[in-house]
């Protein structure tokens, strides 16, 4: 027998037994005739002392542990001289009697400590000792008691967790596929699931009612900070539902994780903000709304008067930044230089200092006078003290490059505590998206979300007016999910097809089986998927998803440990009938 | 609003009230003025009326309604005149005030009872009205509940559900993988996983203590009755645990889900049994023990006599059939033709009545006398009336079709209740099989199977004769999991490596990560994978696990339904750097 307890568990109550316990060596020091030994599992943090008066030859096989060594020692529970309150076993240590070495450790490349002195190339090299860091242990207990709540409430509201295939088809809407070559249907491939999106619907039309699944999706795309190849989502569907029945249901789920998992309470609805609204006032489809510092649009007031750069823009408008008139020269030009980072893209800013005697000072004095810059800070509600930040330009860039800027600001403001949850449904999507490079319409959520009932008629006259009846979870300015009501009805879904370009024959190859399904008895039905990734990156704290993932894949979408993607044998290209193009490098 | 409540739901209490209800129309019939229509959704069965002489329009509307028709009714809950005890909902029935056709449907292909007039191939193609039978909606309802079953009961005992890649890397050692060519690394190939094997012993030694996954897992192989491309594992990994840890865990498990599932209390132990024990009684390593008829080997005894098909046979071995000595030779002749069927594969049967007289009556009378025949009896411990079947040959081949044999029997005496559950752990397997073909000894579970404990010396003597620290989970016969003790020394590790072949550079090409993960303190770890789909047909007493899968695949490795594997376009293939060396036919 390997332990009687963990490593976490021995108390004050225990003192005076005798017991068995395993785990690793988190650090050994020896004092005179005394070795004490951190011993770590998953549990908790154990001392161990070894004395050279009372059990000489253990203590001196002790002196030869290091690091990471693996150990399962006997011994008696004591109470401890130097209590240690910050340890859940800090009353007690262990004299031992009894010590066997289980394995050995070499010196591991990096510290195993909450802040590692490893790099990231190294730690993804080296992720089982990576692993072992309790931020990451953290992380996955996390993950794994969020899967257990999500389950347990589905359950309770009558859902079935049904898996969906993985070898499905592909199809050449949305991004792009990982394919898989078939070696019994030869010169055929699967591929793998981007989402569950028509399984669901088809489990729907099968009478399922509510379903969901906690599944792993696959996306061929070049990643960036926040991608994954492969991420997870949390999948729901539910039949005869409109779509405030979806949004009760889920705001629910969100309020049992928030409560359950968080120990917060959230009274009330979610508000629910339409598109345009999001895009107005944030400059965003997923505004972060733990704080305002929303958008004033002041275009009108400042067009006319000689400054060419308003006057040249289609659009200008500001935030207010309170309290921040105090910025010195060189701290605007800081904000000036993060404005004009490529990936925010704006020009040049204007600011406004509301100063606490009631005077002005901007960058375009020269252009306004006090009162109109009175104006300014009236429309955008400042008070003495505050600082209006402005951007001009082409209206869609400018909102997007305001939107960092609020960000920013709401950062250095302290607005955006991670302790704090402001959820927010948007709603309203457009339909459709004209895209010019193509010529034709893109479905903005995907072609099988049903317009608004009230924007039917529109499909005719104006498609691009349409709205979706679609929905998306924000929370603190992440989009933790989305989703929308369907098309269940087969004609509406082959006008839908017509409009996104796709030819009868093209419908047919790719989604026949589906339109072929609402031929027989398609009940009304709707759904949402979560980002289960970004959910717990969020609960964690963590600024990005990936030590939310226990093996995650670097930017270049690979697996650094196992050394994947790699080469396969001439053999296994033969069997499937294919051949490389290109040399290998 | 959709519905009010379900089509399962109400009950006298709720007699008087009006009620919206949705479904499918699983019936619809007239008599005289009145209409019945049987409304269907996934909780149950509702009776509505249509009465011409209360609302003739909506009467009237009622008429056009067809099988698998979606609508929405409004009506009053009544008292059924004829009530239908065999029906939850069998006391009420609802007089509809108002009607909504929300989809219409087409004549369905086959009808949607619980036994169907669909064939295989037809209802592979309509899957999603295939899904819509009682039958299949009881086994996903019973596949979901065992989930959660399992999550709860690993949950409550300090398992971690932790996510392993499915993008991870080809490995020649097993069945054949499934590859997915990378875009981003040209050339190179990911596979996915057979098992997250090397994953859940990353994560022991990373020191997650207790992991699982209930986990899709893939392999390219030809496709048996009981086999899909893509299957799911209950996958779980302990650390610091020895044998008997694993078995009494998941032990608990089985009793757990035996209570939880299906009300079934099992006491004790389960019990153990060797492999070898199991080949000698059962022919079968995994033997099923609802039933003994145990085989009893009289090669000694049958040497000798002159009877050639004995004497020149390595092994004899009969059964004792109870009280089928009265099975006539018409009878006879077709277990004779049973046991000579190619996957059988004996080369005739001998057969020898003990009947209730005291006589003896066999196949071999000329070889054999009373007192011979009556020795076998005895020796197989045959009660008058009783017939001894006996087979003669290879012993490899001969266990194995008497193996068949027994079942067959077992079958036809009705032995085999499926509502009993027989488990068994069976133990002792051997480590390493000497393949002739390729002339060394391939792992017959796999290479991370660690020898048991008092046969490691044997390692450098005699390999062959090592037993695995490995153990099956065998429940009716079906083999529902199985796993073992690994091997977490990386010498141990590299010394089996070497024993099945590799060469050092292919075990480090391969399994370096593992290797060398095994220097920073890996601790003694070992764990167990469960056949989920297996398990969940063995509950629902199905014969294939094709129907606890949603949406299958057929014996070609085909989604008939979606029509995948299919073609894809020529420029992923550029992308991907690939061409086909064969012409699409």
Same mark, same amino acid.
């Given at each position: ?100 070495? $289980?394995?050995?450790?070499?010196? %591991?490349? !990096? /510290?195993?400590? &909450? ?5 990231? #190339? ?100 070049? $990643?960036?900070?926040?991608?994954? %190849?492969? !991420? /997870?989502?949390? &999948? ?5 539902? #409109? ?343």
């Amino acid at each position: 027998m390997y332990r009687t307890h963990t490593c976490g568990e021995l108390r004050a109550e225990n003192i005076g037994n005798s017991v068995t316990l395993s785990g690793w060596v988190q650090k050994a020091r020896v004092l005179g005739g005394m070795s004490f030994v951190d011993l770590r599992d998953r549990y908790g943090i154990t001392q161990l002392v070894f004395d050279d008066s009372k059990n000489a030859d253990v203590a001196k096989q002790a002196q030869e542990l290091g690091r990471e060594f693996v150990i399962s020692i006997t011994g008696e529970v004591i109470e401890r001289q130097s209590k240690n309150s910050k340890m859940s076993t800090g009353d007690i240590e262990i004299v031992v009697d009894k010590l066997t070495i $289980l394995n050995k450790s070499e010196i %591991p490349p !990096f /510290t195993i400590e &909450d802040n590692t002195d490893g790099g990231d #190339e190294l730690r993804m090299k080296y992720r089982y000792l990576d692993l072992r860091r309790a931020p990451l242990q953290k992380a996955l207990e996390l993950r794994h008691k969020m899967g257990i709540e999500v389950r347990t409430f589905l359950h309770n509201q009558g859902f079935y967790e049904i898996e969906t295939p993985y070898l499905i088809k592909s199809t050449p809407e949305g991004a792009r596929d990982f394919v898989v070559p078939s070696r019994m249907n030869s010169n055929q491939f699967y591929a793998l699931p981007q989402s569950p999106q028509t399984f669901k619907q088809l489990l729907m039309i099968a009478g399922y009612d509510k379903y969901f699944q906690i599944v792993k999706c696959f996306r061929d795309e070049d $990643l960036r900070a926040d991608r994954q %190849p492969e !991420f /997870t989502q949390i &999948d729901c569907e539910m039949a005869f539902v #409109e779509r405030d029945d979806i949004l009760n249901m889920f705001e629910n789920l969100a309020k049992h994780l928030f409560k359950s998992i968080k120990g917060f309470s959230y009274d009330g609805d979610f508000p629910k903000m339409a598109y345009s609204q999001a895009i107005e006032q944030y400059g965003n489809d997923k505004p972060d709304t733990r704080f305002g510092m929303l958008f004033n649009d002041i275009t009108e007031m400042v067009h006319g008067k000689g400054f060419v750069v308003f006057d040249s823009a289609e659009y200008v408008a500001g935030i207010c930044a309170e309290g921040l008139a105090s910025y010195s020269r060189k701290e605007l030009d800081k904000l000036i230089d993060f404005v004009k980072k490529p990936q925010i893209g704006a020009k040049g800013l204007v600011y406004v200092k509301v100063n606490e005697d009631g005077t002005f000072k901007s960058s375009v004095d020269k252009f306004f006078d006090a009162n109109e810059q009175k104006a300014w800070a009236e429309k955008m509600g400042a008070k003495p003290g505050d600082l209006l930040l402005i951007l001009a330009g082409n209206k869609r860039q400018t909102q997007s490059a305001l939107s960092e800027l609020r960000l920013e600001m709401g950062s250095r403001l302290g607005l955006m505590d991670k302790n704090t949850y402001s959820p927010l449904w948007v709603v309203d999507f457009p339909l459709l998206e004209w895209d010019e490079k193509s010529g034709r319409f893109h479905a903005m959520h995907h072609p099988f979300t049903s317009p608004k009932p009230e924007d039917l008629q529109l499909f005719d006259t104006d498609p691009g007016k349409m709205n979706a009846n679609a929905y998306d979870l924000v929370i603190n300015g992440v989009e933790i999910g989305g989703g929308s009501i369907r098309i269940h009805d087969k004609d509406l879904q082959a006008k839908m097809f017509k409009a996104l370009g796709f030819s009868k024959e093209e419908a047919e190859e790719q989604f026949g089986f589906l339109m072929n399904a609402f031929k027989y008895g398609a009940p009304p039905h709707g759904g949402v998927a979560f980002g289960f990734d970004r959910w717990v990156s969020l609960f964690a704290g963590f600024d990005s998803i990936r030590d939310t993932i226990a093996f995650p894949k670097n930017n270049s979408g690979r697996d650094v440990m196992i050394d994947s993607p790699s080469n396969i044998a001439p053999e296994q290209l033969n069997e499937l009938n294919l051949s490389l193009t290109k040399p290998t490098e």
